[in-house]
């Protein structure tokens, strides 16, 4: 009897071990830190933690990459070295930075007990409130870096840009780190919002203007020079017609006057001659040069734009 109520206290006493183990007891997701507050102080983990109910409080911090998004377009589009106007939209990559640094000897999760403080666990990866927190500092490096590079530079190599933004706004993040900066959007501003009375703007259009002046011309010579060449190209053509037609007539009048000759030496007879002078003629490899020549020409006269 003694051993079976033995055996019935352990039994329970195992039992509300268990219970107590699940009440008190958090299992950490994956991509999550649990941050214990209250009794002991700020506590924080990210595999389980360990909490007394009403004596401590624990909060869930989400750890995972949060995209926020920064657009400078317009009236407010980065102005680059050369004062020409830059329609940007760049996606930052921000998260909490998880890993565990020394403080004053100490080693812990210093970064997620300041964002713990200063921000909120909940509030933490928030977009908006990141958005409060970063936007002005991640638009002054835009402003900056732009400030570095000509509009072409920064257009064709966008690399240098990148590095100059990541470099400008570097680890000091409050407890956040900059994981990947990517450029998604990049043109230049339309001239009509640019403001004349600005003298940086002024000088920003000032630029455009002769940029384009001269990429106009330089189109309006290759346009002119390939005229040209085709015309000579043409005129070419047109030579060489004239000069295949006044062969062909030559050749022609010759070859006739040859076969008179033959004709009228050997046969005085004048219905003979035509007779034969007929078969000759058709048969004579003459025609073949001939074909030539007017194939020739047919070919060139194709090739001949028709006059407007």
């Not at 565990?100 to 713990?116: F, L, N, Q, R």
């Not at 259009?205 to 011309?217: A, G, L, N």
């Not at 000069?243 to 040859?258: G, H, P, S």
């Amino acid at each position: 009897m003694i051993t079976l109520l033995f055996l019935i206290v352990i039994g329970a006493f195992i039992f509300f071990a268990i219970i107590c183990l699940f009440m008190f007891i958090k299992k950490i997701k994956p991509g999550e830190a649990g941050v214990r507050t209250g009794f002991g102080g700020i506590r924080v983990a990210k595999d389980w933690m360990l909490r007394v109910p009403i004596l401590q409080q624990l909060q869930i911090m989400d750890l995972s990459v949060k995209k926020l998004e920064v657009v400078r377009k317009g009236k407010d589009g980065l102005i680059c070295q050369d004062n020409i106007r830059a329609d940007i939209e760049v996606v930052f990559y921000v998260r909490v930075n998880d890993e565990k640094s020394e403080v004053d000897g100490k080693t812990d999760y210093h970064d997620i007990k300041t964002v713990a403080i200063q921000v909120g666990c909940e509030q933490a990866s928030e977009i908006e409130q990141l958005r409060q927190l970063f936007e002005a500092k991640f638009s002054e490096a835009l402003k900056s870096a732009a400030k570095l590079m000509d509009f072409e530079g920064l257009y064709t190599d966008r690399i240098p840009f990148r590095q100059v933004i990541i470099d400008t706004i570097s680890s000091d993040l409050n407890g956040y780190i900059l994981e990947d900066v990517a450029i998604d959007y990049l043109e230049q501003t339309p001239k009509e919002n640019y403001d004349p009375s600005n003298v940086l703007d002024a000088q920003g259009i000032e630029k455009i203007v002769r940029i384009t002046s001269y990429s106009e011309e330089n189109t309006n010579d290759r346009v002119r020079q390939k005229e040209m060449l085709i015309k000579e190209q043409d005129v070419e053509s047109a030579v060489q017609i004239t000069k295949l037609e006044r062969e062909y007539e030559e050749f022609l009048a010759q070859t006739k006057r040859q076969l008179e000759d033959v004709l009228a030496k050997n046969f005085p007879d004048m219905e003979s001659a035509e007779e034969i002078r007929s078969h000759i003629w058709q048969d004579h490899p003459v025609w073949s040069r001939l074909n030539k020549l007017e194939e020739d020409v047919s070919l060139l006269k194709s090739n001949i734009p028709p006059s407007s």
